[in-house]
């Protein structure tokens, strides 16, 4: 399920330059499809959901990835060369089965800018307590079966890491040791906006510690929302990119 963010604002332009929008090619109705948020996370590579990448043999010239923008369009997006899924995602389970993070390798690298640049990755060592206040980005439901309105501005909105044992009760015994959860009474992801980045503060700088991975799918309220915990992948995501 895609997941967007519930009791947001607007964010200004080029406040979170690393966010960007997937879109996919729909062969069904001959059009390109909003569904999923992502980070860059390199000049060249993009950090999403596993499960927003649909079908055993993904085509790359079927997804785009819209860069440095606010608002929704997926005119100027650049295309993608590689699809990596995580090896333990399984397409059966699903999210639940956590490894819930896929890599997309840009065709070419980008230039920085005011407007896009990329999202540094936390050391292995860095520790979030609960409680930390960080910040979730996405296009997605703004509510229940509500879609976020024209123009489609990207929304932001602060959450608290919650303590996987809290989180654990909500949900029953889904909270595994690749995932964290973030939210609070209201301030949560729903429907339309998985693979966008959980952003904290660590030393005064800005760095991604989740992946957006599931929510209630119907954005209740009081749910948390559960993400892949990048501390937990970064090997896997260094090797990717440094080898290639």
Same mark, same amino acid.
């Given at each position: 399920?895609?997941?967007?963010?519930?009791?947001?604002?607007?964010?200004?332009?080029?406040?979170?330059?690393?966010?960007?929008?997937?879109?996919?090619?729909?062969?069904?109705?001959?059009?390109?499809?909003?569904?999923?948020?992502?980070?860059?996370?390199?000049?060249?590579?993009?950090?999403?959901?596993?499960?927003?990448?649909?079908?055993?043999?993904?085509?790359?010239?079927?997804?785009?990835?819209?860069?440095?923008?606010?608002?929704?369009?997926?005119?100027?997006?650049?295309?993608?060369?590689?699809?990596?899924?995580?090896?333990?995602?399984?397409?059966?389970?699903?999210?639940?089965?956590?490894?819930?993070?896929?890599?997309?390798?840009?065709?070419?690298?980008? !230039?920085?800018?005011?407007?896009?640049? *990329? +999202? $540094?990755?936390?050391?292995? &060592? #860095?520790?979030?307590?609960?409680?930390?206040?960080?910040?979730?980005?996405?296009?997605?439901?703004?509510?229940?079966?509500?879609?976020?309105?024209?123009?489609?501005?990207?929304?932001?909105?602060?959450?608290?890491?919650?303590?996987?044992?809290?989180?654990?009760?909500?949900?029953?015994?889904?909270?595994?040791?690749?995932?964290?959860?973030?939210?609070?009474?209201?301030?949560?992801?729903?429907?339309?906006?998985?693979?966008?980045?959980?952003?904290?503060?660590?030393?005064?700088?800005?760095?991604?510690?989740?992946?957006?991975?599931?929510?209630?799918?119907?954005?209740?309220?009081?749910?948390?929302?559960?993400?892949? !915990?990048?501390?937990?992948?970064?090997? *896997? +995501? $260094?090797?990717?990119?440094? &080898? #290639?």
């Amino acid at each position: 399920e895609l997941v967007g963010i519930m009791g947001g604002h607007d964010a200004a332009s080029g406040k979170w330059p690393w966010q960007v929008g997937l879109w996919f090619w729909n062969q069904a109705s001959s059009q390109w499809i909003f569904s999923c948020g992502g980070s860059l996370i390199h000049p060249q590579w993009v950090l999403t959901a596993a499960h927003c990448i649909l079908g055993r043999n993904p085509v790359t010239r079927h997804i785009k990835v819209q860069l440095g923008r606010v608002r929704l369009a997926h005119q100027g997006s650049v295309q993608v060369a590689r699809i990596i899924r995580h090896p333990k995602y399984s397409l059966e389970i699903g999210v639940s089965g956590g490894a819930d993070v896929a890599l997309l390798k840009l065709k070419a690298p980008v !230039r920085p800018s005011k407007r896009v640049r *990329w +999202i $540094r990755l936390p050391p292995a &060592s #860095s520790a979030f307590p609960p409680g930390t206040r960080c910040w979730v980005t996405g296009w997605g439901l703004i509510g229940f079966q509500e879609l976020l309105p024209p123009p489609y501005n990207l929304q932001e909105v602060e959450v608290p890491l919650v303590a996987d044992e809290i989180c654990q009760q909500q949900y029953g015994n889904v909270i595994r040791d690749d995932m964290l959860c973030a939210g609070s009474w209201g301030r949560v992801t729903c429907q339309g906006d998985s693979g966008g980045p959980l952003v904290c503060q660590w030393r005064g700088t800005w760095v991604q510690v989740g992946v957006v991975s599931s929510g209630p799918e119907y954005c209740l309220p009081n749910f948390p929302t559960i993400y892949a !915990r990048v501390t937990s992948f970064l090997p *896997w +995501i $260094r090797h990717h990119i440094h &080898s #290639s």
